[in-house]
């Protein structure tokens, strides 16, 4: 009897919480309010979003090499979780026949590939409830600095992801934010930079003082860290996930070089010292890890066969690309991370292993994905799981 | 600890079914080899597949009235089960807000509403595994005497229907089916007409034998009942969901009307007779409902605010619309009736009534459906529930 009854309520809860999915637009409230706050990404999670990138005015070739190259990102991520791959009609059938089956495929009309800036940033409560902030999206600057016009698909990202998902969704009406250019510790801590989130293209009319607040409200944090800069000013101006990371609470990876000639050796060293006295919500010290730059630097490529438009930002041959191996992300027992054909490829696989002893690291090549501008953590965003 | 355990079962459960949703494309196999049959409608559902109305070269006045009873239908639904609206990337929004919270709303592109017969038939097996079967689609009838051109978003429903919910398809390359061209009673039998499945523009060459064995192989049936015709030669060729539909094993509801002068008279006397005289697949001889026509007719309106075009059907003030309160939708608990304002209305709610004892019966006005050339059954499709 008992057995049945166990069967009979797992039967049961698949099926409410399969089926019943309901998402609700909540206004006038705040996650903070409710209970909520966002995890840090070592936290369990329930599955990786990515979008399939295509556009022929940003990456070269018509897209083909970064379609090899998210399918591989794709792989890897899906030997640990779950993984939905988003994607335009126009491209729907090439997406699947690409993809393996274990990888979802569904159509979602988009303006480019970097769900993690334009996707949900989840909350989660300790009820085993799981919400998403829906940011405003303007493809990093708007029509100040942005990289495309229109962004009304990508803007529309986040709220189609949590109507999939039946994930209730906090519309932060007018405040522009992306995924990558926050980082927290799920226990009161976040990190971000000054370049970024002080930028004339986000929020021009709010003070670093209500965008703090708003950060506070929304993640449920107390404390923000500021990094001055990040390393790439003319693209997400700055965004934290090149630069550094929450390994676990009171401990953060930044990236890191000896070398100054490194054109990304003043922003290491800044970077740094900001982490290193800092000290976080709870009041600990901050343990930095070091984590090594590419030695060499990597420089655009295929400019020559990426579509001239009137409305995104054109690539030229030989600009510097900004590769970073911060730009990993942490999944359910393991750590996928770029890699760049670099001698210093392996040194980050090893100094990432040292700092997540318990997961299995992965490299997978990602050059392609940095000419179009980002890199493995820019284009996922993972979604925590339920957990009480 | 025998709680915690049931918990953790629980718990795990909910989340193995919601997340790993691998869907694979099943070939070369059938679903009777594998053990799979498509129940009959009145068995548990697991949810309602909707696809909302936009196109304005088939829709009067920009689709606007007929979304409008969209959402009604939905909302009736919604009362039984969950609902998923399928709707374009460009009506994404209109539809969201239109629609209430507890309907879910998914992108995904589209050539019409007709889902009953863009998506796809759903089969189970008794270990609680639902697949689909993904018909190849072409507008009833292709280039010999289909309904508009072209028709490659719809043919792609099935698949994405699919892949959303993380069932697996059998794809069955080159035969062209509707779903609204077919009713069962999950016991063995299926009911259908001709005029439809041996028109011209679906499978031409196939005899009436291989399509039987097509039947029988996807659907895991052993006996066909043939009605030869259905009442909307010009439209869908005589969908059997217009004449007939099983109420429960060994019984079937059938359009009806004394009136030698409706139009429908001869297609309903016959149609009786064919059921009136057949067994089924375990030899019974069925009891056959009669349902009620309309006793007035209704006529196509508003066609002069339909968008002229060189791709589709055109309308025509005037022209004989096809009216049935056959094209119901049964649901869990319910059954979601067509109302045209007409003197039968609730001749044809009782009736129905009648058949169905245990279920509530709700009409729903949607004569704005017919001029866009179909009703409830035709606007939805049901998802049967994975049960033991």
Known sequence: ?????????????MFLFHTVAMAKTITGRTPKQDGFRMPGEFEEQEQVWMVWPERPDNWRDGGKPAQEVFVNVARAIAKFEPVTMLVSNAQYTNARSRLPDNIRVVEMSNDDAWVRDTGPTFVVNDKGEVRGCDWTFNAWGGLVDGLYFPWDNDDKVAQKICELEGVDRYRT????????????????????????????????????????????????????????????????????????????PGEVACIWTDDPKNPFYDACQAAYKTLSEATDAKGRKLKVWKLTMPKNQVYQKGAETVDHSETSAPR?????????????????????????????????????????????????????????????????????????
Not at 184 to 191: C, K, N, P, S
Not at 378 to 387: D, E, G, L, S, Y
């Open 316 to 388: 030229k041959n030989g600009n510097l690309c900004y590769a970073s191996y911060m730009n990993f992300l942490i999944v359910n027992g393991g750590v996928i991370v770029p890699q760049y054909g670099d001698e210093n490829d392996d040194l980050a696989l090893e100094q990432i292993q040292e700092m997540f002893p318990d997961r299995e690291v992965v490299g997978v090549e990602t050059t392609e994905v940095i000419y179009g501008g980002g890199n493995i953590h820019c284009i996922t965003q993972h979604q925590p799981a339920a957990t009480r």
């Open 173 to 248: 009406e007018g405040f522009v934010l992306e995924g990558g250019s926050i980082h927290v510790d799920g226990e009161g801590t976040l990190i971000t930079t000054e370049m970024c989130l002080l930028s004339k293209g986000r929020n021009p009319n709010m003070s670093k003082k209500q965008i703090e607040d708003k950060l506070k409200d929304y993640l449920n944090v107390e404390k923000v860290i500021w990094i001055k800069d990040g390393i790439d000013p003319d693209e997400t101006n700055g965004h934290v996930d090149l630069v550094a990371c929450f390994v676990r």
């Open 1 to 13: 009897m008992k057995k049945r009854f166990c069967l009979f309520l797992t039967v049961m809860c």
